[in-house]
């Protein structure tokens, strides 16, 4: 497709359980980022690709949460030993260029909802 | 740091009127970008519009307009003959160091007949 693809659309888990996000990018963008979004604290940016590096992590939570990316193309976010308050809805996006470029236009997939009961 | 400010929670209109929709930020930064964001129900992020901070012109696409005055720190959406469509969250963000996005919480926006 030419979108950003998000897998899977949505995830119930229990708690403790590890979980994969998975990401697959539009075709020929470098940049990819994960955001969080839930009810309490709005939209948050977590991790930001270049290529298949992660020159920032800033956002990640904790250490329960990591992400990589292969091939400069798909990106999985796994969530070890789930918690409730992760619970949300996990957004990805891409752009064309990422790092140093104002006009960075980010495309959205439609989002994994991760519950953790 | 980077902080967008959207006061209003909700907003109703009637179809075929205008509507503008506030967004303040703040930042050190001298180039930035501002962007503003559709999520209907569905939950997907729509891309709008996008303003540069020395953009001299103020964006448009389409129905969609972006005031844009900068010693005020705002970005304001206006969206002229709304449509019932046009019923949606609407996000204002803006790019940071790595380009990452910093959101704002967001206006509902409700379009009647």
Same mark, same amino acid.
């Given at each position: ?29 470098? &940049?990819? +980022?994960?955001?969080?979004? $839930? /009810? ?47 619970? &949300?809805? +996990?957004?990805?996006?891409? $752009? /064309? ?21 | ?113």
């Amino acid at each position: 497709g030419a979108g950003v693809s998000q897998s899977p659309s949505n995830k119930v888990t229990e708690k403790g359980k590890d979980v994969e996000l998975r990401c697959d990018p539009i075709s020929g963008h470098t &940049a990819l +980022y994960w955001y969080r979004q $839930s /009810l309490g604290q709005g939209l948050e940016f977590l991790i930001y690709f270049q290529g298949n590096s992660a020159p920032d992590k800033s956002g990640l939570p904790s250490d329960r949460f990591s992400a990589e990316r292969t091939g400069g193309s798909v990106s999985t976010l796994t969530i070890q030993r789930t918690q409730q308050e992760d619970s &949300a809805v +996990y957004l990805c996006a891409s $752009s /064309l260029n990422g790092q140093g470029a104002v006009k960075n236009i980010q495309y959205f997939g439609a989002g994994t909802r991760l519950s953790v009961l | 740091a980077q902080k967008i400010t959207q006061t209003q929670p909700g907003m109703f209109v009637q179809e075929k009127e205008a509507v503008t929709l506030d967004c303040t930020y703040d930042t050190s930064d001298q180039s930035y970008g501002l962007f503003w964001y559709k999520q209907p129900s569905s939950g997907e992020m729509i891309f709008l519009i996008y303003q540069g901070s020395y953009d001299e012109q103020n964006a448009t696409e389409g129905r969609y307009s972006l005031n844009f005055q900068k010693a005020r720190k705002s970005a304001n959406l206006v969206i002229s003959a709304s449509q019932l469509g046009d019923s949606a969250m609407y996000f204002c963000a803006m790019s940071g160091g790595y380009s990452t996005l910093t959101f704002g919480k967001g206006t509902m926006l409700l379009v009647s007949p």
